[in-house]
């Protein structure tokens, strides 16, 4: 056998056995711990869905915030290149924009994740589509 005395069990005294239990007990608890949280399929979906989820929202919000720019600076260089009814038009459409980006994070809310990136691409394009449209109004007037 070996010569340490400890890892030699027909010379270990009933302590170092019992020790050598306890050891052995400790690191299977710690097994069947690491194999209960991976056989955990629900709970690691559900961890899974929260940090999508919170993506998700965190990329509806700056979509939003950067239509809201968007559209606030086409109001504003309406308001100083074009006439009064295509000023109502860009001020209209900017508190539209605002209006449909503040349903993407209660639809994602409720899991319809698609849905809220798809209306927070929509609401972008709608402000894409009114700069154009000023900036094609304005070049018009020249």
């Given at each position: 056998m070996s010569a340490d005395p400890s890892k030699d069990h027909s010379t270990a005294t009933p302590e170092e056995l019992r020790e050598q239990v306890e050891r052995t007990r400790e690191q299977l608890g710690h097994t069947v711990q690491e194999l209960a949280a991976k056989a955990d399929v629900p709970s690691r979906a559900k961890a899974r869905a929260a940090t999508i989820?919170?993506?998700?929202?965190?990329?509806?919000?700056?979509?939003?915030?950067?239509?809201?720019?968007?559209?606030?600076?086409?109001?504003h260089l309406a308001h100083h290149a074009v006439s009064e009814p295509a000023r109502d038009k860009a001020t209209a459409a900017?508190?539209?924009i605002t209006d449909s980006t503040t349903t993407p994070a209660a639809k994602v809310r409720a899991g319809s994740p698609r849905t809220a990136v798809a209306a927070a691409v929509v609401a972008a394009v709608g402000a894409v589509a009114a700069l154009i449209a000023l900036g094609s109004r304005r070049k018009g007037r020249r």
């Open positions: 989820t919170a993506k998700v929202e965190d990329a509806a919000a700056g979509v939003k915030d950067r239509a809201q720019q968007a559209a606030t600076e086409a109001a900017a508190s539209g």
